[in-house]
């Protein structure tokens, strides 16, 4: 008897242990979702619970055999988008037929980019169904066509079917687990009208290309180029993100639409960043913008790469960073709108559309957003929606520029109207200027003339003492007294000194006209160069008895042409030495500064009026006047100093007063 009472307490405390394990395991899981016949799509999340396996490694069976129903975790209220992940992911959904009937229904997962997608079928009966699909394998092997993962589905009257759905990639990548129910007609419906939208879509596309390749045809211009290539790249980042490829591009080939995605999206957004460039003009407007915008293009190459590494998590996650970056482009956009290039405006609109939907996307994967029928086609739609609106840019742009050719046109009739108007005046000036030029070479000419009459002149005097002296000795020299001889000799040394010095003088002059004299500035020591005119000038102020000094500061250069400084220099002194009496003083001093140097030579002459300093340097005057002791000249070399000094950017000082001296400045750039 106390045998029989142990053994009923012990199956009523399992009995205890078991209500309360189903009543625990109840309410951890969810209620079984009710079919019905006809019921239409709807995503039932709130009946669905979700297990990360981050090894991939969890066998079927044990999950079949509900060994890790506790693990699962309720789908109700939270995102079903995972992010870019490596683990596989099980949903398990429980289904029930409350009638009488069979209830034949779809399940369907709308995420096209998923490797792999198991769907595991439990009856109520134990039985199993599995159904392999994914876009790993061909399209034709899916048991219903559609954008996304889709399998039909029966559950018998009062039955409970359990259904669980591994989904996994097998390099990593985005992962969303949200799925619908519905029945085959509600599924069928929704599939004609999604394929009808996205052949208007892609339809529309195709004409909007070959109306811009229209465009490119007539205008040629780059920019339509670089739109026509982002523009093609877009399409084929829209058959693979929106499974239209998959089923009518690649059908047979599921390895190119695994690769397509992360292909055609990093080219899109290259050639959109190459057409940016182009259409902003960003080389010329902003050359660090540009390069900023260079390496964003190199940066869109690194996906590929790292899909065919293996890396697919991380060429996902390189897509959307560098998504992130093309931020910049609206920005940079309303910034050039703003400061008033209309052509920015809808460029800048077509970027903020670009902008939503990205942000949407991005939401959808990290939570903020639900998934749903929009943010599961917004990429692809905003995609879509920018190419459109960057055409209408285009148009835009070649609207502008017709405005500006308009614009144009007008502006060159009237400047040939006032070409017209203003073309006798022209004329009429053209005439005068003629004439002005004309009075100018007839008065050069008159100075030429002048010119050689003075050279003609002074040069009979040399030539004169030569012929005379040379013929006096010729016809007496056996006659006359040594000393004769001698003073002979030296006036026609004298002469012919004075002569060789009026040549050379000449000879710089015309050489100097005719460009031939070559400017060598070098830098050199001023103290030597005017050591040196001082030396060569001294048996001549000896002969006439003048005091001939130099003061020059130690240390002291000139970066100047030392033959054309030397020349000046020496006729400066010469002059001074010709136009001194005996007791006289010549004085070469130097300065320096930071900004100038001035060479001075002053003298205690007989000194000039204001007449005489105000035709110095002119052609058109005869300055040759005799020297204190009937020395001669042309006044050429006062000339050629000039111009001299004036060939290195300098010119000559001149202050003189009647019988008080000169003084001859040369002043030249430091």
Do not use: C
Request: charged residues 20%.
């Amino acid at each position: 008897m106390a045998g029989s009472k142990a053994a009923a307490r012990g199956a009523m405390g399992v009995t205890i242990a078991l209500l309360i394990a189903l009543v625990f395991t109840g309410m951890a899981r969810a209620e079984p979702f009710p079919l019905s016949p006809g019921m239409p799509v709807q995503a039932p999340m709130d009946h669905a619970a979700l297990l990360e396996d981050p090894a991939g490694d969890i066998d079927p069976a044990t999950v079949l055999k509900g060994m890790l129903d506790g693990e699962f975790q309720p789908l109700d209220g939270k995102s079903t988008s995972v992010g870019i992940t490596r683990s596989a992911w099980w949903v398990r959904f429980e289904a029930v037929n409350p009638g009488r009937d069979p209830v034949e229904w779809v399940i369907n997962f709308p995420f096209p980019l998923t490797d792999y997608v198991d769907l595991y079928h439990q009856r109520g009966d134990g039985s199993v169904d599995h159904v392999a699909m994914g876009d790993r394998l061909p399209y034709d092997s899916r048991p219903l066509p559609g954008e996304g993962f889709a399998a039909p589905l029966t559950t018998g009257p009062g039955e409970t079917s359990t259904v669980y759905v591994r989904l996994h990639h097998e390099y990593g990548d985005g992962i969303d687990v949200y799925f619908q129910v519905s029945s085959p007609k509600a599924y069928s419906t929704k599939q004609h009208a999604i394929w009808m939208v996205l052949g208007l879509f892609a339809g529309g596309a195709m004409l909007l290309f070959l109306y811009n390749v229209v465009i490119f045809a007539v205008v040629r211009e780059r920019v339509y180029f670089w739109y026509l290539a982002y523009f093609a790249a877009t399409q084929l980042a829209f058959a693979a993100a929106s499974g239209f490829g998959n089923r009518f591009l690649w059908p047979d080939r599921p390895g190119l639409g695994e690769f397509a995605a992360p292909l055609f999206s990093a080219l899109a957004f290259m050639l959109v960043v190459q057409f940016s460039r182009t259409f902003l003009e960003t080389r010329r407007l902003t050359p660090r913008f540009d390069r900023v915008l260079r390496v964003v293009m190199a940066y869109f190459a690194l996906p590929p790469i790292l899909f065919l590494a293996g890396e697919g998590a991380l060429a996902a996650q390189t897509v959307m960073t560098g998504g992130l970056a093309l931020t910049m482009l609206p920005v940079y956009g309303a910034i050039l709108w703003w400061r008033g290039e209309t052509s920015a405006r809808i460029f800048t609109l077509a970027w903020a559309v670009w902008f939503v939907s990205v942000a949407l996307l991005i939401g959808r994967f990290v939570g903020l957003a639900p998934t749903n029928d929009l943010t599961l086609r917004i990429a692809w739609m905003g995609l879509l929606g920018e190419a459109v609106l960057f055409a209408l840019a285009l148009a835009d742009r070649i609207r502008l520029l017709q405005r500006q050719k308009v614009a144009a046109e007008q502006q060159a009739r009237l400047a040939l109207e006032r070409s017209e108007a203003e073309l006798k005046s022209q004329v009429a000036a053209r005439t005068r200027e003629l004439q002005d030029t004309n009075d100018t070479l007839s008065d050069l000419n008159r100075q030429k003339d002048r010119f050689f009459s003075i050279i003609a002149h002074d040069l009979m005097g040399p030539f004169s003492v030569l012929i005379g002296m040379s013929d006096l000795l010729k016809r007496r020299i056996s006659t006359l007294p040594r000393e004769t001889i001698a003073e002979y000799g030296g006036d026609i040394s004298t002469a012919a000194q004075n002569l060789h010095k009026l040549l050379e003088n000449l000879l710089s002059w015309a050489r100097l006209q005719q460009g031939a004299m070559s400017y060598d500035p070098q830098p050199y020591s001023l103290n030597s160069s005017v050591a040196d005119v001082t030396e060569l000038f001294a048996p001549v102020a000896r002969q006439k008895g003048i005091d001939l000094t130099a003061e020059t500061p130690p240390e002291l250069n000139l970066r100047a042409d030392r033959k054309m400084i030397e020349t000046a220099l020496r006729n400066l002194v010469s002059n001074a030495l010709k136009f001194s009496r005996s007791g006289d003083r010549v004085r070469i001093t130097v300065a320096q500064s930071d900004t100038e140097t001035r060479i001075a030579v002053t003298d205690t002459g007989i000194g000039m009026n204001a007449k005489t300093m105000a035709a110095l340097f002119s052609l058109d005057q005869k300055l040759s006047v005799a020297g204190t002791e009937g020395e001669t000249g042309t006044g050429l070399g006062l000339r050629l100093s000039h111009e001299l000094v004036e060939r290195h950017g300098g010119r000559i000082e001149v202050e003189s007063e009647p019988g008080a001296g000169s003084t001859f400045t040369i002043v030249l750039p430091s």
